[in-house]
């Protein structure tokens, strides 16, 4: 299970840190995501990070905005969202995939078994 927090309403040039805490086994092993679906489009992967790897992937849109950690335990993964725009506004879900991830495959939603309920970004 994984449990998403920290969505909200800001506006632009804001910033919101979201929070995906999982007990899953080997939760740190997997490849962890954050992934956004806006309204009419189709699930678009955000960054993702392979702590096993020390691999972390941003998509183009996000690079040099947000920012992928883990806590100290590695139960824990934020995502760190500065400068946002109202393209950002989405709804944003968590995900940890079955084990590594690549440059290839980071985006992919179907390489991502496990998925949290999302938490809703609006940036106006």
């Known amino acids: 299970q994984l449990v998403e927090s920290g969505g909200g309403s800001v506006q632009a040039g804001g910033s919101l840190r979201l929070s995906c805490a999982s007990s899953?086994?080997?939760?740190?092993?997997?490849?962890l995501a954050w992934f956004r679906q806006a309204p009419g489009k189709e699930r678009e992967g955000v960054a993702a990070?392979?702590?096993?790897?020390?691999?972390?992937y941003y998509a183009d849109s996000v690079k040099g905005r947000f920012t992928l950690s883990q806590n100290a335990a590695k139960d824990t993964v934020y995502l760190q969202m500065n400068n946002l725009k109202p393209e950002d506004t989405a709804m944003y879900y968590c995900?940890?995939?079955?084990?590594?991830?690549?440059?290839?495959?980071?985006?992919?939603?179907?390489?991502?078994?496990?998925w949290g309920q999302g938490t809703q970004v609006t940036v106006s």
């Open positions: 990070i392979w702590s096993t790897g020390a691999v972390t």
């Open positions: 995900a940890a995939g079955l084990d590594f991830c690549n440059s290839y495959t980071w985006a992919m939603p179907g390489r991502y078994n496990l």
């Open positions: 899953e086994p080997a939760f740190s092993r997997r490849c």
